[in-house]
């Protein structure tokens, strides 16, 4: 996770077609998230970017996939005027329940 100026970058993971929505582990740098829609059409991408949203309480159009748009392995730029809260939120929602 990279905190600068306006924004938060982070690496994901993203599981297509998991059987639980959510981030299933902090692997390294990089979250592990699943989705329940399979890589259709961009459909995975919207959930797992209308997941994050609603985790961060930031709207939808603060997140953008910048890398990674047809790979698992993605980039996510979040833009809020608060991103050490951003950053605090998905260090609190990553950690093992």
């Known amino acids: 996770m990279r905190v600068a100026g306006g924004e938060v970058t982070i690496e994901v993971t993203a599981r297509p077609g998991a059987s639980r929505r959510g981030i299933i582990r902090a692997d390294g740098d990089r979250l592990v998230i699943g989705v329940h829609s399979r890589p259709d059409k961009g459909k995975a991408n919207d959930e ?25 392995r993605k980039t996510i730029r979040i833009v809020t005027h608060e991103p050490a809260k951003a ?3 998905l260090r609190q929602i990553s950690k093992p329940k």
């Open 48 to 72: 797992l970017i209308e997941y994050l949203a609603g985790e961060l309480r930031v709207p939808r159009s603060a997140l953008l996939i910048v890398r990674g748009e047809t790979s698992r």
């Open 87 to 89: 950053a605090s939120r």
